[in-house]
């Protein structure tokens, strides 16, 4: 296998190569300062080709529904180089939330040879949508299986989470609140409302917030501005992957609205509730390890005090089965493209 990748998400990226001793062959590093989406899905389309001229594999692997997965499904497609789409099917049924991902996936969904969808909900999403069923596996999600890597990892070296046990340190005693937010959708309004809600959640003595903060300028000012100086409230530099791990370990619950923790918190038996408004993963909300609250501050505060109340309220959420997988989706993945 080569590795080539855009370099869309830099930092968090190359925290997680590091770790995982992932060397890539290809760096494209696309991103520049105030780029529109059509500049990078021109970018991304135009150097992932020249990437697929020179290597000719035999498949194409993208990964989830960013623009650059969008663009090298669509690049291997005008060379007809087969795709295997890994997290296929996901869809929240709303072109605009989450933007541009659900149209992204979609667009994946037209051409993908092998779709390999995390749950049956996601399968039977690509199946309404006249993919051949014989081209649909539910493989599970390879981000349950990275989850319990590095907790293994972790407790084989504790270092790896040193940063989120120092953070946590001056809260002993306290229940620790996850946070999380970056979605497009929730900029403006929405990161205004949700920084009010963890002000009103913080001024509980017995909870802290710890919340790593994204590094997208329309995120940082904001909680910022907000936030800074709550004696309840930490905020972070972003975490990389063991240490967001511990968060996640370490935490009561996960106030969110990202979709990767919808999926790997319930592998972990902690509560989601989800600050949008739809979600992409009904699994989690059926299965009953994640909740939809929104963005207004009184329902999260709401929601957020009753899994902290109600003992039954919050068993029920934390014992649920996870819908998302076992921890073996990647070498399913590996047999099922090694059979084609």
């Not at 309004?189 to 920084?195: E, W």
């Not at 100086?229 to 063991?242: C, F, I, K």
Request: aromatic letters at 4%; one cysteine or more.
């Amino acid at each position: 296998g080569r590795v080539c990748i855009s370099a869309q998400h830099r930092e968090m990226l190359d925290q997680v190569l590091d770790i995982a001793g992932i060397v890539p062959d290809h760096d494209l590093d696309l991103m520049t300062p105030g780029q529109t989406l059509d500049a990078l899905t021109a970018r991304a389309l135009v150097e992932i080709g020249k990437v697929l001229d020179l290597e000719q594999p035999d498949w194409v692997v993208v990964q989830g529904d960013t623009t650059t997965v969008m663009a090298g499904a669509i690049a291997a497609y005008y060379r007809k180089i087969p795709v295997c789409h890994v997290e296929a099917g996901l869809r929240s049924g709303d072109i605009h939330h989450p933007w541009p991902e659900e149209v992204n996936r979609k667009v994946i969904g037209t051409m993908a040879a092998l779709h390999c969808a995390p749950t049956q909900t996601a399968a039977e999403a690509l199946k309404r949508e006249n993919v051949d069923p014989a081209t649909v596996h539910v493989t599970g999600n390879t981000v349950i299986d990275a989850l319990h890597w590095v907790l293994d990892a972790i407790a084989d070296r504790p270092a790896l989470a040193a940063d989120l046990s120092a953070a946590a340190a001056p809260f002993a005693g306290k229940r620790i609140i996850g946070v999380t937010s970056h979605r497009r959708e929730n900029f403006g309004d929405g990161m205004r409302a949700i920084a009010e809600a963890i002000r009103r959640i913080a001024a509980r003595e017995d909870t802290a917030v710890l919340f790593p903060v994204h590094l997208n300028p329309n995120v940082r000012e904001i909680m910022q501005a907000e936030l800074a100086g709550l004696e309840n409230v930490a905020l972070l530099e972003p975490l990389d992957y063991p240490n967001f791990a511990a968060l996640m370990q370490a935490s009561t619950l996960m106030l969110t609205d990202s979709g990767g923790v919808q999926e790997e918190a319930p592998a972990l038996g902690k509560p989601v509730l989800v600050m949008r408004e739809t979600t992409e993963r009904p699994e989690g909300v059926e299965a009953g390890t994640a909740r939809l609250v929104g963005t207004d501050p009184e329902a999260i505060e709401r929601e957020v005090n009753r899994m902290l109340d109600d003992e039954a309220a919050y068993a029920a959420m934390a014992q649920a089965h996870n819908p998302f997988g076992d921890g073996k989706s990647s070498q399913r993945i590996a047999e099922l493209m090694a059979g084609n």
